[in-house]
């Protein structure tokens, strides 16, 4: 819905963007609550009113849509102490898979900070070559995998 605003460059009413969504205007009603209550669209009331975009597409990040419809990006129990304690695991004290979910989270997140609405009205070439540039600030080899130092592993009878 978002990007339907963004290519618009302007508002939309609530059925029209169901339309071109291909979901019923219940959901779409729901979702745009939330972008609303996110301070990502706002509501123009009256008989020519719609949904807007609160700024131009090169100020709205994806991760402030993703915020606004109150998910977060990874979802588990490596995502904090709260989460944490919500699972039951016998390796919620000591998990080796933490760090990695971690670092992946965040390096989901910096990715949906720096991607905007503006970059995906674009092409799809458009977005790679962003992202490339992304990886390459980042150190990132060419091919985008970075491998990490393995351990030796020992074998214990």
């Known amino acids: 819905m978002t990007m339907c605003l963004a290519r618009k460059g302007g508002q939309m ?8 969504e291909g979901l019923s205007e219940a959901l779409v009603a729901k979702v745009l609550g ?24 090169e100020e709205i990040p994806v ?5 606004a419809l109150g998910r977060p990006i990874l979802e588990g129990c490596f ?13 919620a004290g000591d998990c080796a898979l933490r ?5 992946l989270e965040e390096r989901i997140t910096r ?5 905007t609405l503006a970059d995906l009205i674009k092409s799809e070439q458009h977005v790679r ?16 995998r970075k491998k990490m130092p393995r ?5 214990r009878r």
């Open 34 to 57: 939330k972008l609303r209550a996110g301070g990502v669209v706002s509501a123009l009331r009256g008989r020519n009113g719609g949904y807007v975009l609160l700024a131009a597409n």
């Open 99 to 103: 760090p990695v979910w971690e670092y």
């Open 111 to 115: 990715v949906m900070d720096d991607v």
């Open 129 to 144: 070559d962003r992202i490339e540039v992304m990886r390459q600030a980042d150190g990132d080899n060419d091919s985008g």
């Open 13 to 20: 009413t609530l059925p029209e963007l169901a339309e071109l």
């Open 151 to 155: 351990a030796a592993c020992s074998t």
């Open 79 to 91: 995502s904090g102490a709260k989460a944490r304690e919500q699972v039951a695991c016998r390796h």
């Open 63 to 67: 991760s402030k849509v993703l915020a």
